[in-house]
């Protein structure tokens, strides 16, 4: 069955600093792999998604297939990327849906 | 452009009682989702649908309903309340394929 980890409930770094939330995931076949973030007061958006390779507000993913891992990284955390963050992959079965791990709040701190 | 519209946003109910989570999406997106969100377990899929008239069962769906008439409207349905349902209620949707999900702002459930 698939399944999304991130093994940190709470990551709390200091403003500057780099920042790295954790994702594993177990999938069969190739996933495509989204990150979601919520900041305060705000609804669950899309922040990226693998297959698009981008850089989002300073955040970027690498899909790791050989340690099933999809790592948000970014090199100088924010005050303003405090929030909720949620990794995430397509099913089980049809119909678009995703799996969500259990998120990670992270808080940075001034 | 309103998106992912629902409501109420808080909402108390005794065990037993019944109520319906509105769940309106004005992006003509044929798939909608429900989800739960229980602190540090992250969001679990209770039904979804993939057009309307068509409705499916996602990974926790006991104790609740859903009908999906137009391709606006999702509405879901808990029967006989239970301590177990609090929690808050997500709903989301997409266009066809892998394309991101767009979410509501959350129905805060609590059940006494």
């Known amino acids: 069955a698939q399944r999304v980890t991130q093994p940190e409930k709470l990551l709390s770094v200091f403003k500057g600093a780099p920042v790295e939330l954790k994702c594993n995931y177990s999938y069969s076949g190739s996933p495509e792999l989204f990150w979601y973030v919520q900041y305060s007061r705000q609804r669950l958006q899309l922040l990226l998604r693998h297959i698009s390779r981008e850089s989002i507000k300073g955040f970027t993913a690498d899909l790791n297939k050989g340690e099933t891992s999809f790592h948000l990284k970014k090199p100088f955390a924010q005050e303003e990327d405090s929030a909720m963050y949620y990794c995430?992959?397509?099913?089980?079965?049809?119909?678009?849906?995703?799996?969500f791990g259990g998120g990670t709040r992270l808080m940075v701190k001034p | 452009n309103a998106g992912v519209t629902q409501t109420p946003k808080f909402r108390i109910l005794k065990i037993g009682q019944s109520m319906t989570l509105q769940c309106a999406q004005d992006?003509?997106?044929?798939?909608m989702y429900w989800y739960r969100q229980d602190p540090g377990m992250g969001l679990k899929l209770i039904y979804y649908?993939?057009?309307?008239?068509?409705?499916d069962k996602g990974e926790v769906p006991n104790g609740y309903n859903v009908s999906r008439s137009t391709t606006e409207d999702f509405p879901l349905r808990l029967e006989l309340a239970a301590p177990s349902q609090t929690s808050v209620y997500f709903c989301?949707?997409?266009?066809?394929?892998?394309?991101?999900?767009?979410f509501g702002n959350g129905t805060r459930l609590t059940v006494t």
């Open positions: 992006m003509n997106h044929n798939y």
């Open positions: 995430a992959l397509p099913g089980p079965g049809a119909g678009n849906m995703l799996t």
């Open positions: 989301a949707s997409s266009s066809t394929g892998i394309s991101p999900l767009h």
């Open positions: 649908s993939v057009g309307a008239g068509i409705t």
